[in-house]
């Protein structure tokens, strides 16, 4: 094994303490290049993470650099370089020097880092444990003597903790926790699109552009952060004919680009409901009469009545209103988008 580098096992320790710890990621961002710094003397550094549905860098510390520089580093041209030098691939530290290119070829380097009086740097990309890329660490330095190799090797062996600490779905994956068991998760991000969520598969209902996500959606504005309703017709157990999706809106200090997470698991206590009563207590929820109920399910209007009486009973509920009001706070209902009509 190579010999660390001065600094080396404390900045290792320090470094794997700051990924386990709490507070948020902006502070553990922080405490990490306070961690490097002992390492490598540098004179701005940089840990961004990649919003991916406008594919821009999203600062979550900059340190030392001007504001042309900061623009830069946060432009689409960065980022397209960036992909372009394999940051976005490669997990190898990467030092001026080890670029596979020719400086000169470097548009961030000549145009915007050089002429700011920086004379070296280092890069490497961030990646979740499933491989999934977050952003980047960058360092520069007003020497060329810094980073050296045995710092390069050194922060390339620590770029998972220091991705850990800074994975905004780190904190996320434990709010999925409270709900058990959970079967399968997404993060949905604000444009639509969806990410990953450690420790949880995704499923065929939580993918992209589907209804349930387009529900969900809607649904979590509607209960100020968070929701939850059934879906019909998507569990294999024919005991179990329906499965639940809760949300949950994400807390303020993650990136701006992740807006809930998104579980599926199963329905829970359905308080003895049949699938055509939940179907009822949704259009009940959307404000609908018995008349209109009657018309789109294609049923008597006294079937429905008694279908509704049915449902009063089952909730304790003296009137329709109080029923909408604690089906919406059970998530007892079957959205109208998602119901079998």
Partial sequence: ???????????????????????????????????????????????????????????????????????????????????????????????????????????????????????????????????????????????????????????????????????????????????????????????????????????PLLDAGSTVLAVAARQLTAGGGYGSFLCPGAAHDPANSHVRITMLACPPETPQYVAAVVLLSPPGDLYGLTGRELEILGLIVEGWSNRRIAAALFIAERTVAAHVEHVLAKLGASTRTLAAVRAFRLGLFVPLALAVV
Avoid: C
Avoid at 24 to 51: C, K, M, N, S
Avoid at 130 to 141: A, D, K, Q, V, Y
Avoid at 177 to 196: D, E, F, V, Y
């Fill in 1 to 203: 094994m190579a010999e660390l580098p001065d600094g080396g096992f404390a900045t290792v320790s320090e470094i794997s303490q700051i990924a386990s710890a709490p507070g948020t990621v902006e502070q553990r961002a922080g405490a990490v290049l306070d961690a490097l710094h002992r390492l490598v003397p540098f004179q701005a550094a940089v840990i961004y993470l990649l919003d991916p549905d406008r594919r821009a860098a999203v600062p979550v510390v900059s340190r030392g650099y001007d504001r042309a520089v900061s623009e830069y580093l946060t432009s689409p041209a960065n980022t397209e370089e960036i992909e372009l030098l394999g940051l976005t691939r490669n997990h190898a530290a990467l030092r001026l020097r080890d670029l596979p290119v020719p400086v000169e070829r470097v548009r961030g380097w000549v145009e915007h880092l050089r002429p700011a009086g920086f004379r070296e740097g280092l890069g490497v990309g961030l990646f979740t444990p499933e491989g999934r890329h977050l952003g980047i660490l960058g360092l520069n330095t007003d020497t060329e003597r810094h980073p050296t190799e045995a710092a390069r090797d050194l922060i390339a062996i620590l770029a998972p903790s220091i991705a850990k600490a800074v994975d905004p779905t780190r904190s996320l994956a434990g709010m999925a926790r409270i709900i058990n068991p959970a079967l399968a998760g997404i993060l949905l991000t604000r444009a639509g699109s969806t990410l990953p969520l450690t420790g949880l598969p995704g499923h």
